[in-house]
């Protein structure tokens, strides 16, 4: 692990995407209990590096998760329902969860090599959030096209992401302006990095700054699951 004066130095060592890599070829519980001691070295540089970016967000933001250990999820994969019966994840992930009941979304890291990014939203909102949503979107979609068309979230994350319905929504008009937001069951927001951009000793404060830019979008989005339509708490 690189670690000099500042958060902002600290960095991830291509170790940590070696052992990935190797795991990827020997995904069986042989190989892994024989290594383990090797997984648990690459993880702490990965809990490093969660805990600067904790400390990060905490400087912009309020966050629950108590440490970067605890953000980080487990290596282990849950096969019970899965198709794939591989036993272990081949990538780094962790989330922050904002504090209170009135700051929504969440915040997520993916490092993998080919496949890393960093992302935030709204993954599964409940039928209750889902249409309190979309309710807003209805009656006024331009706080949120405000948002979408700024050109730091446009140069950040491109576009709004998210798993959507291919028809209109139920109680929904199909002539609304909002259309296309309606059909939205997902609202995520994601950027992505390569290996170089995620080894560099930029990679922290990159990471940090794109949370920074999602918070017009959760700025927003708390307003609208958090007061009523005159503002008010609920």
Known sequence: MKKKNSNN???????????????????????????????LS???HIEF???????????????????????LHRIYRDTRFSKEKTPYKTNWSGSFRRATK?????????LESGNSFIAGGFWAPNPEDLKRIRD????????????????????????????????TPKGFD????????????????????????VLSENFLKEANQTFKNMRPFFDYMSEVLTTDINGIEI
């Open 9 to 39: 130095q600290i960095s991830i060592p291509k170790s940590c995407f070696d052992f990935l890599a190797l795991l990827k070829k020997h995904n069986d519980r042989d190989w892994f209990n024989a290594h383990k001691e090797k997984f």
């Open 102 to 110: 009135y700051r929504r979304g969440g915040y997520y890291f993916h």
């Open 49 to 71: 590096f969660a805990n600067a970016l904790l400390e990060e967000l905490n400087t912009h933001d309020i966050i629950e998760t108590p440490s970067g250990k605890k953000c």
């Open 174 to 197: 199909t002539e609304s302006k909002a259309i296309d937001l309606l059909r939205y069951k997902q609202f995520l927001v994601i950027r992505k990095f390569s290996d170089k951009e």
């Open 42 to 44: 690459e993880q702490l």
């Open 136 to 167: 807003d979107f209805a009656f006024d979609d331009e706080p949120m096209r405000k948002i979408l068309k700024n050109k730091n979230f446009i140069s950040t994350f491109g576009s709004l992401q998210g798993e959507q319905l291919k028809t």
